[in-house]
């Protein structure tokens, strides 16, 4: 069936690193992909989303590149910084007349001063 | 323009209860959707509905339900509560529910059943 795979957690990074995120998924047809983040607390926010092979979503300085032929989604930032600390998940979903959506495990990721 | 509120935030539930959950989505939108969040099992798909009507159901026994409402606003409810059901319930909406669209989701009802 189809799903979404996550790199574990947590990740631990201190202010100004370079991050990654990795995120493959297992689709039948061309899903549309998204990167959310959790806040302690607080529902889901999105983050950047892809439609189409090759696209690259952006928001906050987060990228990810819609990549086909490695059925990967994966999330960086050339600077972090403590206010990204947070639970990111990768999730996917199909287009026509449903919004379901499919999720990684999620990935903790800690920035420390 | 409000976001997508969910009430109560916080239940405690004994065992064999049932429990009902409230989602108001943001104004305009059609389509929400209810998810299980749990630390061992994760973010788990449990309904959708568009106008009214059910349009998609998760992997989940016939004790989780729901419904829409004309007003777009959307309940869940779970009978015979077991304690496995201990979770946050989120809620999501979007204007149409195409699956390219932005979900945005409420920050959750925490249930914990004893």
């Known amino acids: 069936g189809d799903s979404v795979t996550q790199m574990e957690g947590p990740v631990t990074l201190s202010e100004e690193a370079f991050l990654t995120i990795n995120c493959t998924y297992t689709a039948t047809g061309y899903p549309s992909l998204f990167w959310y983040v959790q806040y302690p607390g607080e529902g889901l926010q999105l983050l950047l989303k892809a439609t189409k092979a090759d696209d690259k979503g952006s928001n906050k300085g987060f990228e990810a590149t819609y990549r086909k032929e490695t059925t990967s989604f994966h999330l960086e930032k050339g600077s972090v910084q403590v206010s990204d600390s947070a639970v990111y998940f990768c999730?996917?979903?199909?287009?026509?007349?449903?919004?379901?959506?499919?999720f990684g495990t999620g990935t903790l990721l800690a920035v420390q001063p | 323009k409000a976001g997508v509120t969910q009430t109560p935030r916080y239940l405690i539930k004994t065992r064999g209860q049932q429990v009902t959950l409230s989602c108001s989505p943001i104004s305009g939108h059609r389509s929400v959707s209810w998810y299980q969040q749990t630390p061992g099992q994760g973010l788990q798909f449990l309904f959708e509905?568009?106008?009214?009507?059910?349009?998609n159901k998760g992997n989940f026994p016939g004790r989780f339900s729901g419904r829409q409402f004309s007003n777009s606003r959307s309940e869940m409810n779970v009978s015979t509560l077991e304690l496995g059901d201990s979770a946050l319930y989120l809620c999501a909406s979007s204007l149409v529910g195409r699956g390219q669209d932005e979900a945005f989701f409420g920050q959750g009802t925490r249930l914990t059943v004893v």
């Open positions: 509905y568009f106008s009214e009507t059910q349009r």
């Open positions: 999730a996917l979903s199909f287009g026509g007349a449903t919004n379901k959506l499919i």
